[in-house]
């Protein structure tokens, strides 16, 4: 089967911010008395926005009200960092666009839609990745499979012919439960959790190392159909 379409990981694929979520998430934390680790972080990877809001509070020990004040503060502190600038992967824009030209392409994150756009317009992707997914459109985030079927299916292609990129060891189960083709690029400032290698079907040192014509297609599991109540 050839390569039907590629859809990239945002976070720690195409833009450094993976640093960015800690450090927010820390001082956020800091402001209040309390403390945020990289174990913390890691936690939360790969967790949609309402995902990830709530383990921070339980986390932190937080009631659960404060779910909504934690989500809208990290989200806004998070979105107002692109303001300043973008910290791209190098050669990750350059890369995205040389597949596009080729393949579809789509964007499947884990991050708060408004943090996508925010993202797209500081590297100027915006008019070249057709179809944007985020986790809060879906019913579960990674490392379930529901926003890479709901990327496949804004696609109007077969999950089997579609080759993941990721970073995490949650997005690539969340690839493979899809039915993809899993590519672990291993993120430098925040990298993956142990194991990650052994489940990608295909590591690479850097994404401009990427060609999917060179890829094996090597989808694990027949993936399901993406159910009405996908997307929201």
Same mark, same amino acid.
């Given at each position: 089967?050839?390569?039907?379409?590629?859809?990239?990981?945002?976070?720690?694929?195409?833009?450094?911010?993976?640093?960015?979520?800690?450090?927010?998430?820390?001082?956020?934390?800091?402001?209040?008395?309390?403390?945020?680790?990289?174990?913390?972080?890691?936690?939360?990877?790969?967790?949609?926005?309402?995902?990830?809001?709530?383990?921070?509070?339980?986390?932190?020990?937080?009631?659960?009200?404060?779910?909504?004040?934690?989500?809208?503060?990290?989200?806004?502190?998070?979105?107002?960092?692109?303001?300043?600038?973008?910290?791209?992967?190098?050669?990750?824009?350059?890369?995205?666009?040389?597949?596009?030209?080729?393949?579809?392409? %789509? =964007? /499947?994150?884990?991050?708060?839609? $408004?943090?996508? *756009?925010?993202?797209? &317009? #500081?590297?100027? !992707? +915006?008019?070249? @990745?057709?179809?944007?997914?985020?986790?809060?459109?879906?019913?579960?985030?990674?490392?379930?499979?529901?926003?890479?079927?709901?990327?496949?299916?804004?696609?109007?292609?077969?999950?089997?012919?579609?080759?993941?990129?990721?970073?995490?060891?949650?997005?690539?189960?969340?690839?493979?439960?899809?039915?993809?083709?899993?590519?672990?690029?291993?993120?430098?400032?925040?990298?993956?959790?142990?194991?990650?290698? %052994? =489940? /990608?079907?295909?590591?690479?040192? $850097?994404?401009? *190392?990427?060609?999917? &014509? #060179?890829?094996? !297609? +090597?989808?694990? @599991?027949?993936?399901?159909?993406?159910?009405?109540?996908?997307?929201?």
């Amino acid at each position: 089967m050839p390569v039907a379409a590629v859809i990239f990981d945002l976070d720690g694929v195409i833009v450094d911010s993976e640093i960015w979520w800690h450090e927010e998430r820390a001082a956020w934390a800091a402001a209040h008395g309390l403390r945020w680790t990289e174990a913390d972080t890691r936690a939360v990877m790969g967790a949609n926005s309402a995902g990830w809001a709530r383990i921070m509070r339980e986390r932190l020990g937080l009631a659960e009200a404060a779910e909504a004040t934690i989500l809208e503060a990290i989200v806004g502190r998070v979105t107002n960092r692109y303001a300043t600038g973008v910290p791209v992967i190098d050669g990750a824009v350059g890369t995205v666009r040389r597949i596009a030209a080729r393949w579809p392409v %789509a =964007i /499947a994150s884990s991050a708060h839609r $408004r943090v996508i *756009d925010a993202a797209l &317009a #500081a590297t100027g !992707l +915006r008019d070249t @990745v057709p179809v944007v997914v985020s986790s809060d459109e879906v019913d579960h985030g990674k490392p379930a499979p529901d926003v890479y079927l709901e990327a496949a299916r804004r696609l109007r292609v077969n999950p089997a012919g579609c080759v993941v990129i990721e970073d995490s060891i949650n997005g690539l189960r969340a690839g493979l439960a899809a039915g993809m083709t899993a590519v672990l690029v291993p993120n430098v400032s925040v990298p993956p959790a142990p194991g990650a290698e %052994a =489940i /990608a079907h295909h590591v690479l040192a $850097r994404l401009s *190392d990427l060609d999917p &014509a #060179a890829l094996s !297609l +090597r989808p694990d @599991v027949t993936a399901p159909a993406p159910s009405a109540s996908s997307s929201r």
